[in-house]
C-alpha cells in the first residue's frame, strides 16, 4: 500500500523568499503520479502542480517546482519569491492505478511580511 | 470556485439525526469522490463513484451511505453518527481515462456531531 510523508508540519518564509516543502512515499509500482495541493484558509483544495513518475524531467509551475528524485522517493516542492497568497496548507498526494489519491498529513506555510 | 460545489458548508447534528451531504461538479468529469479530512490526520478516502458505480469503500461505518444517482451529483447520507465524526468532508470529481488524473475538489462541508 502507498504511504506518503510530510516530515514538517508548519514552516515559515520570508515574502519574497524561497522555501521548500518536503514529501517522502512509498510504492511498490513503476508508474504512479505525484502532486502537491495547496488548501487555503477557505478550504477549497486546488491542485499546485503534478508529476508523472515516467518522467525524468522536475515539473514546474511558475514560481513552483519540484525535485523529483525517484530513486529516493522524494518529491519536494519548491516555492520561489514567496507571496502572501502562498499561505496554506500544503499536501503533498501520490496516485497508484486508478484515481485513488493517498495524502500526506499536509504541511502548513506561513508567508510573513 | 473551481466547478465543484457542496452544500451545506456548515452543518451541525445530533447523534439521532439524519442528514444529508450534497455535491455538485459542473465539469463533466465521470468519476466522484468524498473524503475526510479531520485535525492533524491525511485527508482519507471514503468511497470512489466511477461512471455512476461505486468502487471503492474503504472500510466506512455503515453509518455514512453515498448515494450516486447521476455522473454530477453524489450524496453522502448521514445517520446516528459519533462525535469523533466530526470532520471536514470534501467532494472531488475528475475525468477517468485521461493520464493525469487530477481532482478537482469541492469547498468541503464542516460537520459537527454534538
Known amino acids: 500500500a502507498q504511504t506518503v510523508t510530510q516530515s514538517q508540519p508548519e514552516m515559515s518564509v520570508q515574502e519574497a523568499e524561497t522555501v521548500t516543502l518536503s514529501c517522502t512515499y512509498d510504492?511498490?509500482?513503476?508508474?504512479?503520479?505525484l502532486f502537491w495541493y495547496k488548501q487555503p484558509p477557505s478550504r477549497q483544495m486546488i491542485l499546485v502542480i503534478r508529476?508523472?513518475?515516467?518522467?525524468?524531467q522536475n515539473a514546474t509551475e511558475n514560481r513552483f517546482s519540484v525535485n523529483f528524485q525517484k530513486a529516493a522517493k522524494s518529491f519536494s516542492l519548491k516555492i520561489s519569491d514567496s507571496q502572501l497568497g502562498d499561505a496554506a496548507m500544503y499536501f503533498c498526494a501520490a496516485m497508484e492505478y486508478g484515481n485513488k489519491l493517498v495524502f500526506g498529513a499536509g504541511t502548513i506555510l506561513r508567508v510573513k511580511s | 470556485e473551481t466547478g465543484v460545489t457542496q452544500t451545506p458548508r456548515h452543518l451541525v447534528m445530533g447523534m439521532t439525526n439524519k442528514k444529508s451531504l450534497k455535491c455538485e461538479q459542473h465539469l463533466g468529469h465521470n468519476a466522484m469522490y468524498w473524503y475526510k479530512q479531520s485535525a492533524k490526520k491525511p485527508l482519507e478516502l471514503m468511497f470512489v463513484y466511477s461512471l455512476e458505480e461505486r468502487v471503492e469503500n474503504n472500510s466506512v461505518p455503515s453509518r455514512f451511505s453515498p448515494e450516486c444517482p447521476n455522473s454530477s451529483h453524489l450524496f453522502l447520507h448521514l445517520h446516528t453518527l459519533q462525535p469523533e465524526d466530526s470532520a471536514l468532508y470534501l467532494c472531488a470529481s475528475s475525468q477517468e481515462g485521461q493520464g493525469h488524473n487530477e481532482q478537482f475538489f469541492g469547498p468541503g462541508t464542516r460537520l459537527t456531531v454534538l
Open positions: 510504492t511498490s509500482e513503476s508508474d504512479y503520479y
Open positions: 508529476q508523472e513518475a515516467y518522467k525524468q
